[in-house]
């Protein structure tokens, strides 16, 4: 069964989300090609897969599908596929080289044409209907065997669904600081002139087009997720998913940066451990609060919505809610770790619990 998912992990920024210390230390400070040359030398000499290793786990695990373990995302649609439907069916998923292979002629063999920050699961004719075209905006909807997408396609450009059109900017930008020539590697780079008759030249594009991609989609739970994930394997990062502001410092834009209360709003949960039963208060940023109606939430370890503690718009300032180890249906859960989100508006705070019984 194909369905559309919101590339959003709920507990992921506190889960997953741990770049190594000292991981950016060499590019503290630094701008233009310095910032650029130094981010290479970080990211530089990753540890390399096969294409093979790429069909057979390492995909599966950076792309699964956080609400069904036994599926991956579909990058340019969203669509949830089932794991084991890897093939040339239209009806199948394959890898997909987000910078084309043709630009740059590096194919599928390591680094460049096995790299996982930049190759991702995708439906087949979907893929073969993206080919090696550059991005772009504009074109018409491109309607797939399975149905509409809401990409578009023209004869120079795709455009992806909105929820990753900043994922593909950043997969570009970490491409072209990634491979910078040298050792029998790509010199990639990226460009407002796209050749009109690509010959195997290592440019992608549309640069300005990718810029405003990444200032209107800026990185998500998803992808900080996937990032380490992909560090996992490689043991190297795409510097743009830590530090998006490192867009603008080196090819120029306006900087992206999250949105920042005064005052973040703070979550905690006591007794933890707990049983029977745990509180978990809040306070939110005085600036904002009440605005929004207030969403208490509470996951398992596979990212899946076990209840719904409250959903409130009258709360403007601090409150509380105890949870009792029951999901939905109010089935009492099995003994365990579990995460809450506490969210209002722009303003999000996360925790875990552990249910001993």
Not at 47 to 57: A, H, Q, T
Request: charged fraction near 20%.
């Amino acid at each position: 069964m194909k369905y559309k998912i919101i590339l959003f992990l709920l507990f992921a920024a506190s889960l997953w989300a741990d770049i190594p210390q000292g991981y950016y230390d060499d590019a503290a400070g630094l701008s233009g090609t310095q910032l650029k040359a130094a981010l290479h030398n970080i990211i530089d000499d990753h540890v390399e897969y096969s294409y093979n290793d790429l069909r057979d786990f390492v995909l599966k695990d950076t792309d699964e599908d956080p609400n069904n373990t036994n599926n991956v995302i579909l990058l340019y649609t969203g669509w949830s596929y089932p794991k084991s439907s890897f093939g040339g069916g239209a009806s199948d998923w394959n890898r997909e080289h987000t910078w084309a292979k043709s630009h740059g002629n590096f194919g599928t063999s390591a680094p460049a044409g096995t790299d996982a920050h930049h190759i991702r699961p995708t439906d087949v004719t979907v893929n073969s209907a993206r080919g090696n075209l550059d991005f772009d905006n504009g074109g018409t909807i491109y309607v797939d065997g399975d149905g509409a997408t809401e990409c578009r396609r023209d004869d120079d450009s795709w455009e992806p669904w909105d929820e990753v059109k900043g994922d593909v900017a950043r997969m570009l930008f970490y491409m072209a600081v990634r491979y910078e020539g040298g050792g029998g590697e790509p010199d990639l780079e990226l460009t407002d002139t796209v050749p009109s008759s690509p010959n195997y030249e290592p440019l992608h594009g549309k640069m300005s087009t990718l810029l405003a991609w990444h200032q209107q989609d800026p990185p998500s739970a998803w992808e900080e997720l996937r990032n380490d994930k992909v560090y996992s394997y490689q043991e190297n990062r795409n510097p743009f998913i830590d530090h998006p502001e490192y867009v603008s410092l080196i090819w120029g834009g306006t900087a992206v940066q999250p949105e920042i209360c005064s005052q973040p709003m703070v979550a905690t949960a006591y007794p933890n451990p707990f049983n029977p039963s745990t509180t978990i208060s809040f306070s939110l940023d005085a600036k904002i609060a009440g605005q929004q109606p207030v969403r208490v939430e509470v996951f398992n370890v596979k990212g899946q919505q076990i209840k719904v503690l409250m959903v409130n718009s009258e709360i403007s300032g601090s409150g509380s809610v105890t949870w009792d180890g029951t999901d939905n249906t109010n089935a009492t859960q099995s003994s365990g770790v579990y995460f809450y989100r506490v969210t209002s508006g722009i303003q999000q705070a996360y925790g875990k619990v552990l249910m001993i019984k």
